[in-house]
């Protein structure tokens, strides 16, 4: 099958602020760090986020995190964090983030403070209010936003904070796009880097996670990656990440489909789980996953497989 570079930013932004917002906070909005009371915890409102404005017209995934927090004088808020990653730009992006924190404050009666990190490649875009006057009635919205392009790797690279990795590996799978021999180098020094910094295993883990979600390599690379990979580690004397890792999304990312379709669709038969079961392309997983959640029978899931 044709290799389709499929790099899963939604997955990976996610995950990775899911569990390290602090460390996301402290490293893109210091001051919003500083201000809130972290002893007292936070609560994490997605569902409601997601229930609150799902884009009924789009069906737009949204990348956005919705947390409660007390701040250091004792006050509770909410923090919204937009975040637009797909790598294009959107009309309507002010907007919606004027919209939402509308409706997040009637919803909760609680400041609601705004935020957006834009991961876009136009260096030219930067939106960071809406609103709208007339008659002496004035409605505005402004908000502060960070752009990954403007971080260098200089300043990721003197960072220990685990989220410079993870705005490294966004930024060299954009500027590594239709050129997999270099994303390859760009991956292994990345992945290197995390033994470097001294995290511990299960750090490592988390974060070579959200960069496999990021940086894809055709299949003959992710071998040749698998394999520098182990013997880095052997040298280092610190199994961390080893091919069982690497295998286990591909079995992971097996049973999801297996799970979509018997959700959707009832029992699969044995024969297509085996089938799906001998698929060993992770990136081709996760772009049948893709696929599984709106395709419309079992008999086109069929095709979809007998076509690639």
Known sequence: MNYQENSDYDTAWKEAITVYLESFIEYCFPEVYQDIDWLKGYETLDTELQELIRDAETGRRLADKLVKVTLRNGEKALVLIHIEIQGQEQDD?????????????DRYRLKVFSFAVLGDDNPNWRPTSYGYSQWGFTANL????????????????????????????????????????????????????????????????????????????????????????????????????????????????????????ETRFGNVSDELKDRINSLEDLEFLKSIFKQTITIASVEDFEQLLASS
């Open 93 to 105: 992006f002010a907007e919606r983030m004027y919209i939402y924190n509308h409706r997040l404050f």
């Open 142 to 261: 402004q908000f502060p936003s960070v752009k990954l392009l403007d971080y260098s790797h200089d300043t990721l690279a003197q960072s220990n904070n685990p989220f410079a990795i993870i705005i490294m590996a966004h930024l060299q799978t954009q500027a590594t796009r239709g050129n997999s021999q270099q994303r390859f180098q760009l991956k292994l020094s990345l992945v290197k880097r995390l033994y470097d910094l001294g995290y511990t295993g299960e750090m490592i883990r988390q974060l070579f996670r959200f960069i496999e979600w990021m940086m894809t390599l055709p299949p003959i690379l992710q071998s040749d990656f698998k394999t520098e990979l182990n013997r880095y580690e052997e040298g280092k004397r610190m199994p961390f990440l080893t091919s069982f890792e690497i295998d286990g999304m591909i079995k992971i990312s097996r049973e999801n489909v297996i799970e979509i379709l």
